[in-house]
């Protein structure tokens, strides 16, 4: 039997249930603590559970930082999460992991 839900994994808690998986896309950056939340959500992982997740990370969005500073401006994204923050949680947790990251550059008018 498979089932959805929606629910907040900044609040979440296991009395909720387990998870076989569990997927979020681009919104762990808009939690108050990105690794927590991550650490977190890896609790509620059934055995063999899988977690799939995407995110900005603390080196995104460089020209709008370039941008700010030229324009002597503040730069006022939210902070992101270092690669090696998400690299060390995952490497002395109990699960297996692959991590990417790529750096995808866009350009408008």
């Known amino acids: 039997k498979l089932h959805f839900r929606v ?15 569990i997927v979020s896309s681009f919104a762990i950056q808009w939690f108050w603590e990105p690794i927590n939340g991550i650490e977190r959500l890896l609790d509620l992982l059934l055995p063999d559970g899988i977690i799939l997740f995407s995110l900005p990370g603390a080196l995104s969005c460089p020209s709008w930082q370039k941008a700010a500073q030229q324009a002597k401006l503040p730069y006022t994204r ?8 998400i690299r060390a949680l995952l490497e002395f947790g109990p699960c297996e992991f692959e991590l990417n990251s790529r750096f995808i550059e866009e350009s408008f008018d």
């Open 7 to 21: 629910l907040d994994a900044e609040t979440i808690t296991p009395d909720k249930g387990r998870f076989s998986v």
């Open 78 to 85: 939210n902070p992101l999460p270092e690669l090696e923050s």
